[in-house]
């Protein structure tokens, strides 16, 4: 080998390597993100989407990841992390939110999102869902 193709080989080698650690850190900071909203809110962000398909929460909403969500009645939840309200009435935190799943008669009387009988961990686990959403 030429001098000139050993340093691009070791050239390619060194991005490779920068490019790999990179990547390793963007995971490791992602899990660390998502571990932190199950410990926020107390539910599992993968269970969020069988229990948003239950209380079709899609029929009114429009939710990313999930295909078939795209009602137009309620505000789309998209990007719902970056959200510093709740229907413009409370902080957009973990447990405010699980309050409103559970009973958004109760925080807005006249609202136009009814009660679903949402349960404690159904409340929880899609709460963990919408905040995984940036
Ligand atoms: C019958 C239609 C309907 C269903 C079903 C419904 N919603 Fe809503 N939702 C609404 C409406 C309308 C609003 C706006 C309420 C307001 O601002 O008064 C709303 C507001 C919200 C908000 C606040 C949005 C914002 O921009 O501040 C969230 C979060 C939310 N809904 C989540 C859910 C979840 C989760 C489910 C399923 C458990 C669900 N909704 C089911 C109609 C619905």
């Known amino acids: ?42 539910g599992h962000i993968e ?17 990313p990841g999930l295909p078939d969500a795209k009602g137009r009645v309620g505000p789309p ?10 229907a413009g009435v409370m902080p957009n935190t973990a447990a405010n939110l699980i309050l409103w799943i559970r009973w958004p008669q109760g925080v807005l009387p006249r609202s136009g999102m009814p009660n679903l009988g949402a349960s404690e961990t159904e409340s929880r686990d899609i709460a963990a869902y919408l905040l995984s959403l940036t």
């Open 1 to 42: 080998m030429r001098p000139r193709s050993l340093f691009a080989a070791a050239g390619v080698l060194v991005a490779v390597g920068i490019g790999g650690t990179l990547i390793a850190q963007h995971q490791i900071a992602w899990g660390k993100e998502m571990a932190e909203i199950e410990q926020r809110t107390g």
């Open 77 to 86: 939840l998209t990007r719902w992390a970056e959200r510093t309200y709740i």
């Open 47 to 63: 269970a969020g989407p069988a229990a948003i398909r239950r209380l079709g929460c899609g029929t009114c909403h429009t939710i």
